[in-house]
């Protein structure tokens, strides 16, 4: 009979053709069971062009696994009495001063970080050229008050990083401590670089992730971390959740974690219709297997006729996880705590789909032993969801050509220069310059605190041919 760590190695082709058709330089991986690290590998390359393999301590941006860990900041504030999960977010956070009335006098803590608010998501906007924060620390309260809701209050599940950004915000009021000294950050010193993928599957380096560099995407993103450390936490989350729900106790001798059989509870469904659960709790995805995953990640919306039912053929099973993605990084965890399992994976690139998720679901197969013939083929999925990708760039150029009106005049760039001021959402951090060279022509398009990308022209018919 194969060893588990045998089994896992015969992975190892498969992971890496996952890694060549999305365009993933590195790529480390770590299996729990039974509360014991069994596996680990580490596949392509830390640093691409000085092709150093990554290792178990190989630090890199985990991105949205950073939610877990703000929600058990605020489990271990709740448990200290200082709020319930129910406390409107205005009663624990003074300084909020939202635009929208029902956001303003009825969200609650739990609504925050279990994406029930339908409040606005805000990354398009936030993150800009060179993964620049586009909006100052100083002026972050500012910009989470100018947001609204998108979706109705407690309507459906709908993810946003800016609620958590206000979660934040409410551990440092209650704690009357810095979201940085409440939830330190782990050392840093084996550390990758961070890639973005190439239509042709190749990589460059960007500059790696600023979320959290001053303030804003700390709470919702901004954690750094190793498939080393990350093992020992989750391992911590499982133990928690095991005891806290046969106990009915919110906390765990020996662990800081308070409140998990709260925090990974339903609270919301999510990506509906579904046979059998999919839900959201705080700062946690669920699934009861059979049943879809990626719901957190990119993949879903680049697989056409839908993504694949993960576990067929075998009782239905609990899964708790998560998904990471921000330029230069993809990063995934799945926990099967009646074993004490985990599947940790962090990755190196924004890869042309979600190779963290692809490469995760293929091992959770292989650890539950799913029949061969009722795997799902990652591979054929994998070439799906990066070809649906390639295409987003010339769908998106016929576009504006369709919308383009011959025979208009534009402006030309110049008369563009200075800077221009988005009124409804503050003067004095939300503004776009255009940068004039020495010669009088405009050369650059900026966003306040980035470089800004090179001018050009798009001609539509407008009031004065703009």
Same mark, same amino acid.
């Given at each position: ?12 082709? @498969? ?10 330089? +590195? $790529? ?30 190989? %630090? ?27 406390? /409107? ?44 924060? #586009? ?8 910009? $989470?008050?100018?947001?609204?809701? $998108? ?14 950004? /206000?979660? +934040? ?9 810095? &979201? ?21 599957? @190749? ?8 979320? +959290? ?13 190793? %498939? ?5 936490? &989750? ?40 046979? @059998?659960?999919?839900?959201?709790? =705080? ?9 879809? *995953? ?7 919306? #680049? ?26 990084? /993809? ?12 599947? %940790? ?6 890869? =042309? ?5 692809? %490469?995760?679901? *293929?091992?959770?197969?292989? #650890? #539950? ?26 769908? =998106? ?9 011959? +025979? ?28 004039? *060279? ?29």
């Amino acid at each position: 009979m194969e060893t588990l760590t045998s089994r896992l190695d015969a992975l190892r082709p @498969n992971i890496k053709e996952l890694m060549r058709i999305g365009g993933t330089p +590195g $790529l480390s991986l770590g299996v729990m069971h039974q509360g014991d690290q069994v596996y680990f590998a580490g596949y392509g390359n830390r640093y691409a062009e000085l092709y150093t393999p990554p290792d178990a301590k190989t %630090v890199l941006p985990v991105c949205s696994l950073t939610k877990a860990v703000t929600s058990a900041a605020l489990g271990i504030l709740v448990d200290e009495n200082k709020a319930t999960w129910d406390t /409107l977010v205005k009663d624990a956070l003074p300084s909020l001063n939202i635009k929208d009335d029902i956001l303003q006098n009825q969200m609650t803590i739990a609504d925050l970080l279990c994406h029930r608010s339908g409040m606005s998501w805000g990354d398009n906007l936030i993150i800009g050229t060179d993964n620049n924060v #586009l909006v100052s620390g100083n002026d972050s309260m500012e910009y $989470l008050n100018s947001q609204t809701r $998108l979706l109705p209050f407690r309507g459906q599940f709908a993810y946003s990083n800016l609620a958590y950004e /206000l979660a +934040g915000k409410v551990i440092e009021s209650l704690s009357n401590m810095s &979201y940085f000294d409440f939830t330190p950050p782990p050392g840093l010193g084996n550390v990758g670089k961070c890639y973005n993928s190439l239509d042709n599957g @190749n990589s460059a380096p960007i500059t790696c992730i600023k979320l +959290g560099d001053d303030w804003l995407g700390a709470p919702h993103a901004g954690m750094r971390s190793c %498939v080393w450390d990350l093992m020992k936490l &989750y391992k911590a989350f499982m133990q928690a959740f095991n005891h806290q729900f046969s106990t009915g106790e919110t906390s765990t001798e020996g662990l800081p974690l308070k409140q998990v059989a709260e925090l990974m509870s339903a609270k919301i469904p999510m990506d509906q219709p579904s046979k @059998n659960e999919a839900s959201y709790g =705080l700062g946690w995805g669920r699934v009861q297997l059979p049943g879809r *995953m990626g719901q957190i990640g990119i993949n879903p919306d #680049l697989m056409p006729n839908g993504m694949p039912i993960v576990g067929k053929g075998i009782a239905p099973r609990l899964v708790i996880f998560h998904q990471g993605s921000m330029p230069g990084a /993809l990063s995934f965890v799945a926990l099967l705590p009646d074993t004490e399992t985990a599947i %940790v994976i962090s990755s190196n690139a924004l890869a =042309l789909n979600d190779v963290a998720d692809w %490469v995760g679901q *293929m091992v959770l197969e292989e #650890l #539950l032993e799913i029949p061969s013939p009722q795997r799902n083929d990652y591979l054929a999925a994998a070439k799906t969801s990066a070809a649906t990708n390639l295409q987003w760039y010339p769908n =998106l150029v016929t576009q504006l050509q369709k919308a383009q009106k011959h +025979g208009t005049s534009p402006r030309q760039l110049d008369a563009y220069a200075g800077t221009w001021v988005g009124v409804d959402q503050g003067p004095d951090f939300w503004k776009v310059e255009f940068k004039v *060279m020495p010669g009088g022509e405009v050369d650059r398009l900026c966003w306040a605190h980035d470089d800004g990308v090179p001018a050009d022209e798009y001609k539509r018919e407008e009031v004065g041919g703009r």
